[in-house]
């Protein structure tokens, strides 16, 4: 018995034969009418729509048998995959291919064999129509071409029946992208929302991995891929991407445009890559089978991209047109997603304009005060006490006046910028108002307050500001109080600083005041 070698490319047709979703379905009435039909046409007791798989044949439709499917190593069907044509066996006992087959010496008693093959696409035969009978015939070419007919009818019938399947899942998809683009406008969550349209889309164009990336660029004007989520059905798929991103809680990020994503990003175009081995030889790309990366466009820019990797028998150009359809709805979404980074990056630095004082940049009198009952509610709970400052400059009218308010505004930035230099990262400081300005030492005691508050007064009493040539001498007197044992009100505290401050004024100005308990 011969068995004969798998064709050319047999992974690819395997690949096709499982898109053609007809292995282990039930039987179909369109199917059953060929072989009804091929069976009274030729006279034959047994016709078939054999499906040649990985290691059997599987029965679509049959006339004449029980089996639904037999091993592919003996099978006859087998034969005209491996060679592309129609076999036609008149005696099988008479061929040495065939005579030892246990199909033609068991139970079934095949004799007579024509086999036209089943062909998708110019490469790739799925399988035969096939005619059997239990005694030798002639077949001649009049009848073959008939025969060839009726299987290219059949094709016809099976690609017919697959563009209405893609046009099902395709419907199916754009519904998904349309529910992620409601579900995004709701939650504002782009990770969930792309999560739901990847693991749609694994599932109709079978593939391990998905991702999305939308196009962005940094404050520092790098570009990058912001990648909010990835869907992947393989670990070893996701081990080969991995290294290539960077990982943050806010999801992967990757840098820079000079990769394959960049490629489809600058030209606006879907890449295919079938054979990453050839494409690209840095080895960016071992470890994948096959990528398509699609661009997702809003209007006339790219928004960013969809991306799937790892395609039994690779991409044609069948799925491409079939997924580009969808990358403006992913573009849509992308767009909308950037609309709201961009709404809440405003909002925010608005909360925080709302927050400064405009001429120094500290902290206002209203957020410093918020602040304060935080440490205030602080105390409360874990007994930690703070102290505050209260710093007033000395004789600022006098500076104001003779040098004119630009001179003052100009100490005031400069007294700012020493007094944050000077201060820990955990101290607060603001400015009250005027030329007084508020500090919040977090946990300190008395003395220790007291002690910053003497610093702070030599280092600005030895300031070298200079104004049109002149050196100007600035000094400040700071009223010192720490939070009662007690936990006493914000207000309380902050009256006794200020009287403290006062104290200090009064006692000859430049100094330090520790308020009375
Ligand atoms: N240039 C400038 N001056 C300001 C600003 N806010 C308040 N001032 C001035 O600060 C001065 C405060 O004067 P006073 O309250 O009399 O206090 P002082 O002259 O520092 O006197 P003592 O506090 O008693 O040492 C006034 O001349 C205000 O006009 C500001 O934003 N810029």
């Known amino acids: 018995m011969h068995t004969p070698d798998p064709p050319p490319h047999e992974q690819a047709r395997q690949a096709l034969l499982a898109r053609t979703a007809l292995l282990d379905t039930p039987a179909e009435q369109a199917f059953d009418r060929v072989v009804q039909l091929a069976s009274a046409l030729f006279g034959v007791p047994v016709a078939l729509i054999s499906l040649v798989d990985s290691e059997r044949q599987w029965f679509k439709a049959k006339v004449g048998v029980d089996v639904c499917e037999t091993p592919r190593a003996i099978s006859f069907c087998s034969h005209v995959v491996s060679q592309g044509d129609m076999l036609v066996v008149s005696n099988a006992l008479q061929d040495e291919r065939f005579a030892d087959n246990p199909l033609v010496n068991g139970k079934l008693g095949i004799r007579f064999y024509a086999g036209a093959p089943l062909r998708l696409d110019a490469q790739h035969v799925i399988g035969t129509l096939c005619l059997l009978d239990h005694r030798p015939r002639r077949f001649g070419p009049r009848q073959q071409a008939r025969l060839q007919q009726l299987a290219d009818t059949l094709c016809e019938l099976i690609r017919q029946r697959m563009l209405l399947q893609l046009a099902e899942q395709q419907s199916k998809l754009l519904l998904t992208v349309n529910q992620a683009q409601s579900s995004f406008l709701l939650d504002r969550d782009l990770g ?3 999560s739901t349209i990847l693991h749609s889309l694994l599932a109709m164009s079978q593939t391990t991995l998905a991702f999305i990336a939308s196009c962005q660029v940094d404050d520092r004007d790098s570009c990058y891929l912001d990648i909010p989520s990835i869907a992947h059905l393989d670990a070893a798929a996701l081990q080969w991407l991995m290294p290539q991103l960077s990982h943050d809680s806010r999801g992967y990020r990757l840098y820079g445009f000079d990769h394959v994503y960049g490629q489809a990003i600058a030209e606006g175009e879907p890449l295919v890559i079938n054979q990453p081995a050839l494409y690209d030889d840095s080895g960016a790309l071992a470890g994948v089978q096959s990528l398509l990366v699609i661009p997702c466009f809003f209007h006339l820019s790219v928004m960013g991209v969809l991306v799937l990797a790892n395609r039994a028998g690779g991409f044609d150009q069948e799925i491409v047109d079939h997924l580009t359809t969808l990358s403006d709805g992913i573009g849509t979404l ?7 980074v961009a ?14 004082d405009p001429l120094t940049g500290l902290l206002n009198r209203r957020a410093f005060l918020e602040h304060c009952q935080q440490n205030q509610q602080r105390f409360t709970r874990y007994q930690q006490r ?8 000395d004789h600022f009218k006098v500076l104001n006046d003779r040098l004119g308010h630009p001179a003052g505004d100009y100490v005031l930035k400069e007294i700012s910028r020493q007094l944050r230099r000077t201060l820990r990262e955990i101290d607060s400081l603001a400015r009250w108002g005027g030329e007084e300005f508020c500090i919040m030492l977090p946990q300190e005691q008395e003395q220790d307050a007291m002690q910053l ?3 702070l007064c030599h280092t600005l009493a030895s300031l070298p500001l200079q104004w049109q040539g002149e050196t100007l001498h600035i000094t400040a ?9 007690s936990g006493e009100s914000t207000d309380n505290l902050i009256a006794r600083a200020d009287a403290a401050m006062y104290q ?4 000859g100005r ?5 308020a009375a308990p």
Request: glycine share 4%; aromatic share 4%.
């Open 192 to 194: 969930a929302a792309s």
């Open 334 to 340: 992308l767009h909308v997603c950037g609309l709201e």
């Open 343 to 356: 709404r809440q990056a405003a909002e925010a630095e608005l909360a925080r304009q709302a927050t400064l």
């Open 386 to 393: 703070f102290s505050l400052l209260m710093l007033d400059l």
């Open 453 to 455: 508050a003497q610093r």
């Open 477 to 485: 007197s700071i009223g010192v109080a720490t939070l009662n044992a």
């Open 504 to 507: 200090a004024k009064a006692a």
């Open 510 to 514: 430049n100094r330090t005041w520790l």
